[in-house]
């Protein structure tokens, strides 16, 4: 089946403006993650979506980011006012249930660069 | 606090000879541990986990993975490196309910 989808690829924007980054998990998990990647560094855990549960928000950054998820199926991921350091690659993650028994299914990312 | 530790930025190793990528963790409890790698423009992709039982864990790819609790580590092995083998690596750890990467160790192989 199809694995974990994200869009758009890629995203140039400019310093102040806002954007929405797209997730879509695989069918029937009911986990998913937000995780950012800047350039050398690892990844470094953002924020995550459990069946109806209140989403952990414990890894975003500031209140520029916020993250919705409807039921068990799509994702974004909003950075409001965006700056420079914002820029990283955004990957999204589904798994079957909570860790740590499930291993997470990555999507490719988004690339976003702030001008 | 650090919760996964991956001392080395960049591995070589020649075709064909044994490889190790090394990881440490420091969290409370039993460990829940994880390999992924990252192919160049590509996902992650989960190599391998940890969860108990057999302290010499074998994932995908030929890869396999030694817990050893009195050093707290839990370093990714191969017998026989491959070029195609040439990737970012990431240890992870679970901490509370959440997953924690190391920084990732780039992995050369060379022909």
């Known amino acids: 089946g199809a694995g974990v989808s994200q869009s758009p690829s890629n995203k140039v924007t400019e310093k102040g403006k806002d954007v929405e980054l797209r997730c879509d998990p695989i069918s029937g998990h009911t986990a998913l993650y937000w995780y950012r990647q800047r350039l050398g560094q690892g990844l470094e855990f953002l924020i995550y979506f459990q069946g109806n549960s209140a989403p952990d928000k414990s890894g975003l950054p500031s209140d520029r980011f916020s993250a919705e998820r409807t039921g068990e199926s799509v994702s974004t991921l909003t950075i409001q006012r965006t700056q420079q350091e914002d820029s990283a690659v955004y990957l999204c993650?589904?798994?079957?249930?909570?860790?740590?028994?499930?291993?997470?299914?990555f999507g490719p990312g988004t690339r976003l660069t702030v001008l | 606090a650090q919760s996964v530790a991956q001392p080395e930025d960049q591995v070589n190793v020649a075709e064909g000879n044994p490889l190790t990528v090394k990881c440490t963790y420091s969290?409370?409890?039993?460990?829940?541990l994880f390999w992924y790698v990252q192919y160049p423009n590509r996902g992650l992709q989960f190599l391998l986990k940890?969860?108990?039982?057999?302290?010499l864990v074998k994932g995908s790819y030929g890869f396999e993975a030694e817990f050893n609790k009195s050093q707290t580590s839990f370093h990714l092995k191969k017998p026989s490196a491959l070029v195609s083998d040439s990737a970012l690596y990431f240890c992870?750890?679970?901490?509370?309910?959440?997953?924690?990467f190391g920084k990732g160790t780039r992995l050369h192989i060379l022909p």
């Open positions: 993650a589904s798994s079957l249930a909570r860790v740590p028994y499930n291993e997470q299914f």
């Open positions: 969290v409370s409890g039993n460990p829940y």
């Open positions: 940890y969860i108990t039982g057999d302290n």
């Open positions: 992870a750890v679970k901490r509370d309910d959440k997953i924690i």
